[in-house]
């Protein structure tokens, strides 16, 4: 098998590129969920909600780990509270997960990632803005805020990366805007937030999201008039209805839900997120969604398989091999092997034009294909996920954030892996 220069290169700066690892699972549908106190939710758990169907996970995202059996960074079954240990309740998210995995077919597993700060603006999620306004707040809203290192926003794209890994991400959930009530400039905001999430984690351009209005006869019920103008923003952006909702929480705000609304909420959201979605929530078959972990177990030491399931990875500790044994050996340790094709996966050529790498891809199993790009110094660049059905098509990736150079291209199905050399100086 012949080495291309370029992995001599990587070889001769002593770096690794990758460790073993499976492709996502298609029918691991991820949402992520954020905003402020109803979001986090309020509600008092009673003794329905503390049973939880195993297929509905969730990744812990706050440091706190005081509520039993999370720990940040791990999934595990969405017993509540779902956001964090300190006050959140009973929440949308809750019911939401429920209904998708009642709804949806049983080969279908769920999970959710819940970053909310009670009583917090929008502007706590803008990237660019975080620190200034977090400087600015009372001492209870910053110790909230410390649950997730101190950005919000930058513990949800960890965490989503993170679940990328796992699964696939399908669409976000939203409820926030009673703090931003009186601000006009709040749906434009959002807006940046979600062009933000969806350019971070590589997402395409057709991710919903869906924002909940606050309570219609609560103190804060102006923030219903920005909701409203939400869709007027994106065509992704869709508002599920507080109709009905009156109760309130008893809690002198007027602003909370109780445990009863929040759990119809979550079904609202759910059904709506299923409306929209449609046939792309319906499993990948058995034959295209074969898992990869069994060819790493036959071809890797039982140490290397657990360590690919644990995904306990680096970008500078890489060692991209090929699937098929055959093509790579075991022992290939720092050495990267340049195949163009395979029976199930080839690459095109590989365009570039103002704004986008062009992926051209073939693939005879339809699922979930996964995109890396690495610099000459083993580090990761690109990591996207692409859901393709059998056949010819077109990956674009935007080229903002990383510059002209030379890169190792790596596409992964579950079946199958291509890893190919690219000249990005044009």
């Known amino acids: 098998?012949?080495?291309?220069?370029?992995?001599?290169?990587?070889?001769?700066?002593?770096?690794?590129?990758?460790?073993?690892?499976?492709?996502?699972?298609?029918?691991?549908?991820?949402?992520?969920?954020?905003?402020?106190?109803?979001?986090?939710?309020?509600?008092?758990?009673?003794?329905?909600?503390?049973?939880?169907?195993?297929?509905?996970?969730?990744?812990?995202?706050?440091?706190?780990?005081?509520c039993s059996g999370k720990t940040k960074g791990k999934w595990a079954t969405a017993v509540p509270p779902l956001a964090h240990c300190q006050g959140a309740k009973l929440g949308p998210t809750d019911y939401f997960g429920r209904t998708m995995v009642e709804k949806t077919?049983?080969?279908?597993?769920?999970?959710?990632?819940?970053?909310?700060?009670?009583?917090?603006?929008?502007?706590?999620?803008?990237?660019?803005?975080?620190?200034?306004?977090?400087?600015?707040?009372?001492?209870?809203?910053?110790?909230?805020?410390?649950?997730?290192?101190?950005n919000p926003y930058g513990r949800l794209i960890e965490m989503a990366k993170k679940a990328q890994e796992d699964g696939v991400i399908k669409g976000i959930i939203f409820h926030q805007g009673e703090t931003d009530a009186g601000d006009g400039?709040?749906?434009?905001?959002?807006?940046?937030?979600?062009?933000?999430?969806?350019?971070?984690?590589?997402?395409?351009?057709?991710?919903?999201?869906?924002?909940?209005?606050?309570?219609?006869?609560?103190?804060?019920?102006?923030?219903?008039?920005?909701?409203?103008?939400?869709?007027?923003?994106?065509?992704?952006?869709?508002?599920?209805?507080?109709?009905?909702?009156?109760?309130?929480?008893?809690?002198?705000?007027?602003?909370?839900?109780?445990?009863?609304?929040?759990?119809?909420?979550?079904?609202?959201?759910?059904?709506?997120?299923?409306?929209?979605l449609g046939d792309k929530i319906k499993p990948v078959s058995e034959a295209s969604s074969s898992s990869s972990k069994g060819s790493v177990a036959e071809e890797s030491s039982s140490s290397v398989a657990r360590s690919s399931s644990s995904r306990g990875r680096s970008s500078s500790s890489r060692t991209h091999r090929s699937s098929d044994s055959r093509n790579s050996s075991s022992s290939a340790t720092g050495v990267i092997v340049i195949t163009n094709a395979s029976p199930l996966l080839s690459i095109g050529a590989v365009s570039f034009d103002e704004r986008y790498l062009n992926v051209p891809l073939s693939i005879a199993r339809a699922g979930v294909v996964n995109i890396r790009l690495y610099s000459v110094l083993g580090n990761e660049v690109v990591n996207v996920n692409k859901l393709m059905n059998v056949g010819a098509g077109t990956v674009q990736i935007s080229k903002d954030g990383f510059s002209p150079g030379v890169y190792l291209l790596s596409v992964q199905t579950n079946s199958s892996q291509v890893t190919k050399r690219i000249d990005f100086t044009k």
């Open 1 to 66: 098998m012949k080495v291309s220069h370029f992995v001599g290169l990587f070889c001769g700066l002593g770096l690794a590129v990758s460790s073993v690892f499976a492709a996502p699972d298609p029918n691991f549908h991820i949402y992520l969920a954020f905003g402020q106190s109803n979001m986090e939710g309020q509600g008092d758990v009673g003794s329905q909600d503390k049973t939880v169907d195993e297929r509905f996970q969730v990744l812990w995202a706050a440091n706190n780990g005081s």
């Open 105 to 150: 077919d049983s080969k279908i597993k769920v999970g959710v990632i819940v970053v909310a700060v009670a009583g917090c603006s929008i502007q706590l999620f803008d990237k660019d803005g975080y620190a200034n306004y977090a400087r600015s707040q009372q001492s209870w809203m910053t110790q909230r805020i410390n649950e997730y290192g101190g």
């Open 185 to 276: 400039q709040w749906p434009s905001r959002v807006k940046k937030v979600y062009d933000n999430i969806i350019k971070d984690l590589g997402l395409g351009n057709d991710v919903p999201f869906l924002a909940g209005e606050v309570l219609r006869s609560g103190s804060s019920k102006g923030a219903n008039n920005n909701i409203a103008k939400l869709p007027q923003q994106s065509k992704n952006f869709y508002v599920v209805s507080s109709e009905g909702f009156n109760q309130a929480l008893g809690d002198g705000q007027n602003v909370h839900f109780t445990s009863q609304e929040y759990r119809d909420f979550g079904k609202r959201y759910a059904e709506k997120m299923i409306e929209v």
